[in-house]
């Protein structure tokens, strides 16, 4: 099976060079049984942002997936969760999230917070390899995208696999309408 590709960008096998990504997105990849599916591009740093990136490789927005962080408190009780979304989409913080996460206001985990608990850099945080304990919710819609890119816990990677993936990320939720057009 050929590994996911867009052009301009080379391609390599995740598996074979974990080097390119965060710690615990390397740790995590050595375990997923999805793993073979991925594959891992160099970036310029500067271009890591979406908007960034899809203009200087002239990428699909649709085929961006951009992994947000959002918290909420009940009973004293923070949830955390990782919301993946198409990047011509947000994720609907204020009324799908935070009726999942069962808190009453939601907002996005400060940027000092999410790259000091997750171990990856801001402008590359992804899925693969968060905390157990945050929940993973999936847009639906994600699942459908041939080839997505997402981040791989450093600025300087990318990782692209089938969308369908991310639905067999461990504890991946899927859940219909989490991601909300942007226009």
């Known amino acids: 099976m050929p590994l996911p590709a ?6 390599l096998p995740a598996r074979e ?16 049984a999805r793993t073979d599916e991925a594959a891992v591009v160099e970036i310029d740093p500067d271009l890591a942002d979406t908007a960034a990136l899809t203009e200087a490789y002239s990428l699909p927005l649709e085929a961006s997936v951009n992994c947000v962080l959002v918290a909420g408190s009940r009973g004293g009780e923070e949830r955390i ?3 993946l979304v198409a990047a011509d989409t947000r994720a609907d913080v204020n009324t799908v999230v935070r009726k999942l996460l069962d808190v009453r ?16 850099e801001y ?13 993973v919710l999936v847009d639906a819609a994600v699942l459908t995208v ?8 450093v600025r300087r990677s990318k990782i692209i696999l089938p969308g369908s993936a991310l ?8 859940v219909e309408g989490l991601g909300r057009p942007t226009g």
């Open 6 to 11: 867009f052009d301009g960008l080379d391609s």
């Open 17 to 32: 060079h974990l080097d390119l990504v965060a710690a615990p997105v390397a740790s995590a990849l050595a375990d997923w």
């Open 81 to 83: 969760a990782a919301c």
């Open 105 to 120: 206001k939601a907002s996005f985990l400060p940027m000092d917070r999410a790259v000091a608990e997750s171990g990856m």
């Open 123 to 135: 402008g590359g945080i992804t899925p693969i390899g968060l905390p157990a304990a945050w929940r």
């Open 146 to 153: 041939p080839a997505a890119m997402i981040g791989s816990g």
């Open 167 to 174: 639905g067999d990320l461990p504890g991946a939720e899927v």
